[in-house]
């Protein structure tokens, strides 16, 4: 898997979601996913949070099952830099960030 490298004041700008409203399933639309992994400890079950995934709304295609168009997802593990964020930054609109824009 591609890492993505941030900051952490843009991991923050991000959403946690994926195909929810308003912009649903938009090409180019970043958000992010908490990974965790199962660990038992002391006959305890749990999940570890581990990071951060990213995931993408990268471009549509014809499902290969039924001809209907769907969208493919592009995933990114997020590798953090620190730092303090901008004075003043814009929040980013990661809504539709991956879109060609001229």
């Known amino acids: 898997m591609i890492d993505l490298i941030l900051d952490h004041w843009m991991l923050d700008s991000m959403d946690e979601y994926s195909s929810t409203l308003p912009s649903g399933t938009t090409i180019g639309k970043f958000w992010k996913r908490a990974v965790y992994e199962s660990a038992t400890c002391d006959s305890v079950h749990r999940l570890v949070f581990c990071g951060w995934r990213i995931g993408c709304y ?45």
């Not at 990114?76 to 991956?98: C, Q």
């Open 58 to 102: 990268g471009w549509e295609e014809p499902d290969p099952y039924n001809g209907k168009p769907s969208v493919r997802i592009l995933w990114f593990d997020a590798t953090l830099r620190s730092g303090p964020a901008p004075v003043n930054y814009p929040r980013i609109d990661w809504s539709n960030f991956g879109q060609y824009k001229q």
